[in-house]
């Protein structure tokens, strides 16, 4: 069979049952049947061998332990102690609580490996206090959404896991190369709420009190050392990124058990069970996405692509941008994990062959994916924000354009300075290099 | 009567994940300690056993995730596209998922056969007993996909 003509049956099977409702993970693998029939080179259950093996990579085991150290440390109120902290340090600019807003969301970020945990944890508490204080709910709604994306480009980030697990790259130098990047996201959104702040006259949240930031410091310091703990346990070479997701479970447990007390044992098993499903239907597409994407490979595929987008490939940061457009538009409609699980392994080879660093490949990738949780129709975290408001996400539009506007930038800068996101990875895993 | 049964087969499956779960948190964290405590054995199974567990979980999960309908999915149809469409999109989606879930069940029972007279290399431990979640998924997507199809067909009644 010709490569030409498998792709276009694995493709447009694929499209035609995602249209039909049937999930990504399962149209992926009901997608390979017609070639495994057609090629009696390929036994089915070598399929099932596949998945089997991909599940054999450790990092993939951090996925659930990220998601459960965010679900304990929401429950155990960490969230609010970090508002009152980011109160103490932003409240003093204009537009103070949407200052706030951005600077726990980046906190936060530093501690959940998920963007919709960050929008549902922080909004059900930021939303009310900002609409109370008179702020437009359409530009509450976007700066909580907007925010939030700052989940998965900072480290940890589970969607760095699952591209890692699929691709092969490196998770330690993916956090790293996405810490200076998602910095610079929330510092572009933070200038952006002071051109609003200044508008449209919205207030200043609080005095500046140094004793404030003292006590709310100490009140948060334990739950921001996780970031350290995570970071630092993983450059020094004392842990690996997936002892390193349960050193953080463990001190989540710690914080909420011990410590502050605003945890209970008997509620444990439920976040147990809630983080299982969520990670499971995760790492299940990881599953059929790599018979997917080992089949693409079987019937050289990558290299037909490579072959049909010849023209691009002559310069690096042309073809970055065709894949970020490629990815803001699959974002549009498509969650990111199952977008990484489809998009990642076709678009891999054609990164490879025209020169583009694999971290620098991940990292643009992660990013301007992540930007399809704030675009509609299905922009999860634009969705969580806009319930929690209760307005139609319609209505947010503009302001969000604004905020995405801005981060656009941003990302731009990235795609087109490879030294952003790979400075750090180089400066302290510089054998990676 | 078959409700009450997809009711309680689905709480059995949640209470295994939850032990399962638990379990995978004890064994990296014994394979942690192995390596940093010294009176902490670095036990070889840990690796395993983690392996292991985790297929379970995700396969599991996996399968209450098709009972509450939480795969990820992509709503691409307009919602009023017509009675007939929408009716013929889910006979299709069923059809579909009712494909899947056989293949699975066949040749997850065929590779279930193959591990069994497997064992792994580390421990020696029945490659079946990993194996098995494959045709365990399989078999309870079939149950939970008619217990949709069921509840489904009923509202569709009522409305």
Redesign the interface.
Known sequence: MSAGLAFSIMFGLLVI??????????SL??AV?PILFLESRIP??M???RM?TS??S?I??SV??FL?AANIMNAAGITNRLIRFAKSIVGMLPGGLAHVNVIVSMLFAGISGSSTADAAGIGSILIPAMIKEKYDKSFTVAVTACSSVMGVIIPPSINMIIWGGILNTSVAALFLAGLIPGVMIGLSQMLLVIFYAKRRGYPIEAKIDFKGIGRSGKESVLAMFTPLIIIGGIVGGI?TP??AS??T??YSLLLGLVIYHSLKLKEI?DH??N???????S???V?TSSIYGWVLAYLRIPGFLVSTLNFALGSPTLLLFIIVILFLLVGT???T??AIVIMGPLLYPLAESAGIHPLHFAIVGVISLSFGLITP??GLCLLIASDIAGINSAEALKDVGAFLFVMIIVLSLIVIFPGIALWLPQLLLPQMF | MFETFIRIYKRIL?IL??I???G??IA??L??LGRYVPFIPRYIWTVEV??IT??W??????A??VK?S????????PKNVGRGIEMT?RV??YT??F??TG?FIY??Y??FL?GYVQESQATGLNLGV??LS?PVAGVSWLLFLTSNLIQEIRERRHS
């Open positions: 049952f995602i249209i039909l409702r049937v999930p990504v993970s399962f693998a009901l049947l089915p259950i399929m099932l061998q089997m599940y054999g450790f993939l085991l659930p332990f459960l842990v997936t002892e349960l050193v479970v463990v098993p147990l069970l983080t299982a499903k969520l990670a499971s239907i790492l299940f597409a599953g409609f498509m969650d994990i199952p129709p299905y | 949640e994940i939850m399962l779960m638990t995978l948190l990296v964290t394979q942690i983690v392996n985790l297929i979980v995700i396969f599991l999960g996996a209450i995730g509450e939480r795969h990820f999915f992509v709503d691409f149809l999109s299709l989606y579909l998922m494909i899947i293949v040749y997850g065929r590779f193959m990993v194996y494959v």
